[in-house]
């Protein structure tokens, strides 16, 4: 950061490890928010996808729904997704979909950067892309189908939360996987004792019949 009179100019990594610092430690500072948005607003354009879904994630998990540099950061990192990585690609849909900031053209672009390189998320990746499309009903049927296969190979080593929002996730869109479904089942069986109230409660809408 460089000082400017009273005010700090931040560079383009400030503006992503900065706020990223104070959500990590629950630290909510409205003037410095203002600050970063204002800077971030002007050279958006010009920031790696990589900051910019720090950036989301970090307003996300401190519950600021900024509308201009969420939309600003939509349209920034749209055309540049491809360089971010799978962890670009999930952390901007979960954090989209946590503030229940509906941008479709977003999701679809994320969809179409994943669907390719589904195999190179793990499990948190998978989680977070089917939680999104889930909870801000924007399905895309090809991405639906290949989550669940991606996740098939790993399941046995998700956590109880994981495999509960997933199986919530495929539900929400009436989504019938029966291996995939069976898979679910068979390693919840194994930590049915670590699973809480509402997992369990995930979890039986999810596999019931429909």
């Not at 390189?117 to 290949?146: D, M, T, Y």
Request: overall charge neutral; charged content about 10%.
């Amino acid at each position: 950061m460089q000082p400017t009179g009273n005010t700090f100019q931040f560079g383009s990594q400030s503006l992503g490890n900065t706020p990223w610092a104070f959500a990590a430690l629950q630290c909510l500072d409205h003037p410095l928010i203002d600050a970063i948005a204002s800077s971030a607003l002007r050279i958006c354009q010009d920031i790696e996808v990589q900051t910019l879904s720090d950036m989301a994630w970090s307003l996300s998990t401190m519950l600021l729904s900024h509308s201009p540099l969420m939309s600003a950061i939509s349209s920034s990192s749209s055309p540049i997704l491809r360089a971010g990585g799978p962890r670009s690609l999930a952390i901007l849909s979960w954090s989209y979909a946590k503030l229940s900031f509906d941008d479709a053209p977003l999701l679809n672009a994320i969809s179409a950067q994943a669907l390719p390189r589904i195999q190179e998320f793990n499990e948190q990746g998978l989680v977070n892309l089917a939680w999104a499309s889930a909870h801000l009903l924007c399905e895309v049927k090809p991405l639906r189908h290949a989550i669940a296969s991606a996740s098939l190979r790993m399941l046995d080593e998700f956590s109880p939360m994981s495999l509960a929002m997933t199986s919530w996730s495929g539900s929400r869109f009436h989504f019938r996987n029966e291996p995939w479904l069976h898979a679910i089942a068979s390693s919840s069986r194994r930590l049915i004792t670590a699973f809480t109230s509402q997992n369990v409660s995930n979890l039986a809408w999810a596999v019931s019949p429909m």
